[in-house]
């Protein structure tokens, strides 16, 4: 894992006690409680009613034959939100807020998405599932072509499995 993903992911407990010690100072412990505590439940609503949404869709999709994609990224980033409102604090009550709403939810799925999806399935699959494949014949293959001239072979620098059959090129 990337050191910057663990970096973020210590930081938000540290940001989370952090703001429950100014609160502590200004608020009283009851209220604290009752605030991460009703954010926690209010967000748990929230990821149950957008789960079955994406629920919903997901098996739209595969029920008319197009593959779930964005749905089944939604689907992870609403796992991560419910586990973010478990865990009590603010700050990651709020970042699981991002991850809960539609309309936030949809740059983090774009950028989940090119950041972190399409690079593994690329490593995973040569290029294929993206269409970043090479085409251009053989990459450093050694050959006479390495400065990206085309070398011309002539009519009879090849033969094919038709002129076996009507015998050489050129014969008649």
């Known amino acids: 894992m990337d050191l910057r993903v663990i970096g973020v992911l210590l930081l938000i407990p ?6 429950l010690a100014v609160l502590a100072t200004t608020l009283p412990l009851t209220w604290i409680v009752a605030l991460v505590v009703l954010t926690a439940l209010v967000g748990m609503l929230l ?13 739209r999709k595969a029920a008319s034959g197009d593959l779930p994609t964005d749905e089944l ?3 992870a980033l609403l796992l ?5 409102f478990l865990t009590p604090g603010l700050v990651t009550d709020f970042v699981a807020l991002l991850l809960a709403l539609p309309p936030t939810r949809y740059p983090i799925r774009l950028g989940v998405k090119r950041f972190v999806v399409t690079p593994y399935v690329d490593a995973k ?6 269409g970043n494949v090479y085409v251009g014949g053989f990459p450093n293959d ?25 015998g050489q090129p050129g014969d008649s």
Do not use: C, K, N, W
């Open 14 to 19: 540290l940001l989370d006690a952090m703001l």
């Open 80 to 84: 991560v939100a419910g586990a973010m």
């Open 125 to 130: 699959t040569g290029g294929f599932a993206s």
């Open 142 to 166: 050694g050959g006479d072509d390495v400065d990206g001239d085309t070398v011309d072979v002539g009519p009879d620098g090849y033969r094919t499995v038709d002129d076996d059959e009507r």
């Open 47 to 59: 990821v149950r009613a957008e789960g079955r949404h994406t629920l919903s869709r997901i098996q």
């Open 73 to 75: 990224i939604d689907g």
